[in-house]
């Protein structure tokens, strides 16, 4: 590893191209589980979570890329296999027949874990001092927290 005057900026630096990989592996599981339940949702809700599910894989999508380019840029090497994606994460693979509110609430759990990480990440950014990758997950964090909100209350969950 090479060394800073420091000898604690490497490590820094190198804790947030983790943090940015182990979200590269968790919307990359996300983005592949949000189709899943975008095909198999089922019942009365049919419609509402379809649609959701779209919007939330297609934002999985974007983040993935984004996340992999700053990973690019600060000198890291994002994750580029789906199975190295699922055993980095730490969100779970869809089941399949999986009814609707099962799918909210494992989505819900998943974004709660989710939400935890990039905090972490954007606070190992802030240590290193790169402030804008420390934008991105705070933007990510915001975005996630919405959805995971929109979630908890179409299960009638008290936020």
């Known amino acids: 590893m090479a060394k800073t005057k420091d000898g604690k900026k490497t490590?820094?630096?190198?804790e947030v191209k983790k943090s940015l990989n182990k979200q590269v592996a968790n919307f990359t599981v996300l983005w592949t589980k949000l189709h899943n339940y975008h095909w198999y949702?089922?019942?009365p809700n049919f419609f509402s979570l379809h649609e959701k599910f779209e919007e939330l894989y297609t934002t999985a999508g974007t983040y993935v890329d984004e996340l992999a380019e700053r990973l690019l840029a600060i000198g890291g090497e994002p994750i580029g296999r789906q199975s190295d994606a699922i055993e980095a994460a730490s969100v779970k693979e869809a089941e399949?027949?999986?009814?609707a509110n099962d799918m909210v609430k494992q989505l819900v759990k998943d974004y709660s874990t989710v939400i935890k990480e990039l905090d972490k990440g954007k606070k190992a950014a802030e240590d290193a001092g790169d402030d804008r990758t420390a934008d991105i997950f705070i933007g990510m964090i915001t975005e996630v927290e919405?959805?995971?909100w929109m979630l908890k209350s179409f299960l009638g969950?008290?936020?």
């Open 157 to 159: 969950k008290d936020v």
């Open 146 to 148: 919405k959805n995971n």
């Open 11 to 14: 490590d820094k630096k190198n």
């Open 96 to 99: 399949y027949d999986t009814d």
């Open 41 to 43: 949702v089922k019942g």
